[in-house]
Each structure stands twice: as C-alpha cells, then as structure tokens.
C-alpha cells in the first residue's frame, strides 16, 4: 500500500488587485469630500457642552479649546425655553404628515404613470411633477407671494370678484398649516414619484402577463403584484424620512412665510428656524449648538426605532 500523505496546499491570494486601485481612486473624491464637510466638522458638537468665548488675536480653534466647561447648562436653556413645546410640535406633526401623504401620494401616482399607455404622455406628466423639485424656497416665496399678497394677490382678486372679503393671509395662522403640506408636497411628491415609477419598472414583465392570462384585471394587478414589489422601497424610503422627523425644510418654513411674522409665530416655528433666530440674535453660540445636537442625538434615536420596529415585524426589509 503506497501511504498518501496530506499535502496541504496553500494558495496565496492577491490582496490588492488593479480594480480594487480604479475603484478606490473613484471613491476617494467622495472619500474626502465626507471627511472634510461631514467628520471634521463633528469636532465642533463640543461648543455645546461650552461657553464658548472669543480671545482677542485667537484662532477659531483655540477659543474651543480654552472655553469653559458648562456641561449640560446649554441644554438646560433650550428645555426650559417657553418655545420648546411649540417647537417639538410644529417640528413633528408637520413632519408625519409629509411622511404619510409623502408615501401615499407618490405611490398612488407613480402607480397610474405607470398604467398609462402612451410612453409621452407618461413622460409629460413626469416632467411636470418632477419640475418644483429643481426650484428653491427662495423662488417659491415669490410666487407664493403674488397669489397671497393683500393688495394684488390671485387668491383675493378671486374673492373680490365674487363678492367676498380680501383674507390677510400672513395674518391669519389658521390657513397656513394647510398651506404648508400644499407646497411640500407640491416640490417634494415629483421626485418621489420618479423614485417609485423606476422601482416599478423593475418588476418583471412576465408577472403581469401570467396575471393577464389568469384573468386578473388592472387592480388586481395593482394590488397583488405592483403594491408588494414596491413594498422593501416604501419601508426604506419610510425609514429614511423618519431619521429626519426633529429637521424641518427650512426653506419652507422660513422663506414661504417672509421670515416668520409674529402672526404665523405659533403654526410656523420649527427647530431650525428657531436655530436660524437665534444665531441672528445675541443668544449665545453654545445654546444654539445645543439645540442641533439634541436634534442629530433624537433622529438619531428615531431612525433606530423605526429601523428596530421594521425589523421584528419582517427581518428582510429592515437597513440595518
């Protein structure tokens, strides 16, 4: 009997490889452009744990370092602010409700896009909705402006013209809440809508020609072939939009009224905007630093909850 001893072989693998060199050298623009705007700047999270103070002749970096210690004081101010409920309120309500109408709408629409025949029109429509998306809030205000405004606004001309009194809209705060979720969704749903249309046309054609054959009309179609493929988009999109529910579009908030009249205080006033005042006003910098850290810290949270709760009702479709 010939004894066979195991040989074991080794094979060296290659630990760097050409592509590994191209594709590296295309993420490092990326690379750095995170490292520079978005770690870097995370060093200044402790001017609000500071009282922060400028030395004469000093460096921006110095007077971090040598400022003094306050801990949690700066927090302390923002809790005990009489806008802080306001804040929260205006902050997250508005934000469920573009969250909700922000996945019902888009979907309903990219749903019927998505059932029309004529590949131009389909494309018109798209167009058209994905257009706002591409104008700012700066811009906006205008426009907004000429249909709102007292004297030669579209809306009280309208009114005039059929017998009715001219509103004061930015005096009256109870329009606005309404007005608000218009323009959202008016710049926001386009963009979404295309997210949504494209995850549809990844569906395979051939589930809707078995259906077809099988006899199933458009809306059962609808309901049990495109609903469930766009379900994994929706919840991560869900998600996403959930980490963001302590931000407010600033644009939207600030711009759209003017600047936030003393009329519009208690239905426009988010955390950002209260921020923006502040950084304008004689508050002192680690207060206001104190209230975008609370933010970062509570979507944070959310965006973890949110990710925790997807994830015990099905594995499968949760980020992280």
Same mark, same amino acid.
């Given at each position: 009997?010939?004894?066979?001893?195991?040989?074991?072989?080794?094979?060296?693998?290659?630990?760097?490889?050409?592509?590994? *060199?191209? %594709?590296?050298? @295309?993420?490092?623009?990326?690379?750095? $452009? =995170?490292?520079?705007?978005?770690?870097? &700047?995370?060093?200044?999270?402790?001017?609000?744990?500071?009282?922060?103070?400028?030395?004469?002749?000093?460096?921006?970096?110095?007077?971090?370092?040598?400022?003094?210690?306050?801990?949690?004081?700066?927090?302390?101010?923002?809790?005990?602010?009489?806008?802080?409920?306001?804040?929260?309120?205006?902050?997250?309500?508005?934000?469920?409700?573009?969250?909700?109408?922000?996945?019902?709408?888009?979907?309903?629409?990219?749903?019927?896009?998505?059932?029309?025949?004529?590949?131009?029109?389909?494309?018109?429509?798209?167009?058209?909705?994905?257009?706002?998306?591409?104008?700012?809030?700066?811009?906006?205000?205008?426009?907004?402006?000429?249909?709102?405004?007292?004297?030669?606004?579209?809306?009280? *001309?309208? %009114?005039?013209? @059929?017998?009715?009194?001219?509103?004061? $809209? =930015?005096?009256?705060?109870?329009?606005? &809440?309404?007005?608000?979720?218009?323009?959202?969704?008016?710049?926001?749903?386009?963009?979404?809508?295309?997210?949504?249309?494209?995850?549809?046309?990844?569906?395979?054609?051939?589930?809707?020609?078995?259906?077809?054959?099988?006899?199933?009309?458009?809306?059962?179609?609808?309901?049990?072939?495109?609903?469930?493929?766009?379900?994994?988009?929706?919840?991560?999109?869900?998600?996403?939009?959930?980490?963001?529910?302590?931000?407010?579009?600033?644009?939207?908030?600030?711009?759209?009224?003017?600047?936030?009249?003393?009329?519009?205080?208690?239905?426009?006033?988010?955390?950002?905007?209260?921020?923006?005042?502040?950084?304008?006003?004689?508050?002192?910098?680690?207060?206001?630093?104190?209230?975008?850290?609370?933010?970062?810290?509570?979507?944070?949270?959310?965006?973890?909850?949110?990710?925790?709760?997807?994830?015990?009702?099905?594995?499968?479709?949760?980020?992280?």
């Amino acid at each position: 009997m010939n004894n066979n001893k195991n040989i074991k072989v080794k094979i060296k693998k290659k630990k760097w490889h050409r592509d590994d *060199t191209e %594709l590296t050298i @295309l993420a490092l623009p990326t690379f750095i $452009w =995170y490292v520079l705007f978005s770690f870097l &700047p995370m060093f200044g999270v402790i001017i609000a744990f500071k009282r922060y103070q400028i030395f004469p002749g000093k460096s921006f970096l110095y007077n971090i370092i040598y400022s003094e210690w306050v801990g949690f004081d700066n927090f302390k101010y923002l809790i005990e602010s009489r806008s802080l409920y306001i804040l929260l309120r205006n902050t997250i309500l508005y934000n469920m409700v573009f969250i909700i109408l922000g996945i019902v709408i888009p979907v309903t629409l990219a749903v019927m896009i998505s059932l029309i025949h004529s590949k131009r029109k389909s494309k018109v429509y798209q167009t058209a909705m994905f257009f706002p998306h591409f104008l700012s809030w700066v811009v906006v205000s205008y426009f907004v402006f000429a249909f709102l405004s007292f004297d030669k606004g579209v809306l009280n *001309t309208i %009114l005039i013209a @059929l017998g009715k009194d001219p509103v004061q $809209w =930015y005096m009256e705060a109870k329009y606005w &809440p309404f007005i608000f979720v218009f323009m959202n969704l008016w710049k926001t749903t386009g963009y979404s809508t295309v997210v949504y249309l494209a995850s549809i046309t990844g569906i395979d054609p051939s589930l809707y020609e078995a259906a077809v054959v099988d006899g199933a009309s458009k809306w059962q179609q609808v309901k049990n072939i495109t609903l469930p493929s766009l379900r994994p988009i929706v919840i991560m999109m869900f998600i996403l939009n959930t980490g963001k529910i302590f931000y407010s579009d600033f644009g939207l908030f600030y711009q759209v009224t003017r600047g936030i009249p003393a009329s519009l205080y208690n239905v426009s006033s988010t955390i950002d905007t209260y921020v923006y005042n502040a950084l304008l006003s004689s508050t002192p910098i680690g207060m206001t630093s104190a209230a975008t850290v609370f933010q970062s810290i509570a979507c944070c949270i959310t965006i973890l909850l949110a990710n925790w709760i997807v994830k015990k009702i099905d594995d499968d479709y949760a980020i992280i």
